[in-house]
């Protein structure tokens, strides 16, 4: 059993950065791929990252390429997703999942088998 805590949402103006953290707890995170989905409220829940226990190939999605980063410290059992140049569009509920299939599976499928409670996201001036 995992239980994922996400923080690091906010308020921030476009063009500006955060930097989500998912903190786990009950298990370790090494044996995990570790995804960040976003959900509007209307619009189908979208795969933004992912991310295997050895940092290969990440995945990012389209909308999302080039402007946030995602990474893992094992050590502290904590996922980050660091995201710059944020757009209006990024506005969401951002949520951090944990899933023992590859990050092909969770994204392909829009799910996975642990979900944080999710941080919310809203980019505006």
């Known amino acids: 059993q995992v239980q994922l805590v996400e923080s690091g949402g906010g308020l921030v103006q476009p063009g500006g950065s955060l930097r989500l953290s998912c903190a786990a707890s009950?298990?370790?995170?090494?044996?995990?791929?570790i995804g960040w989905f976003r959900q509007v409220p209307g619009k189908e829940r979208e795969g933004v990252s992912c991310i295997s226990s050895g940092d290969t190939k990440p995945y990012y999605a389209d909308s999302v390429l080039g402007r946030f980063t995602i990474s893992r410290d094992n050590a502290k059992n904590t996922v980050y997703l660091q995201m710059n140049s944020l757009k209006p569009e990024d506005t969401a509920v951002y949520f951090c999942?944990?899933?023992?299939?590859?990050?092909?599976?969770?994204?392909?499928?829009?799910?996975?088998?642990?979900w944080g409670q999710g941080t919310q996201v809203t980019v505006s001036s």
């Open positions: 009950g298990s370790t995170l090494y044996d995990y791929y």
């Open positions: 999942v944990a899933d023992l299939f590859p990050c092909t599976a969770v994204i392909s499928r829009g799910s996975a088998d642990y």
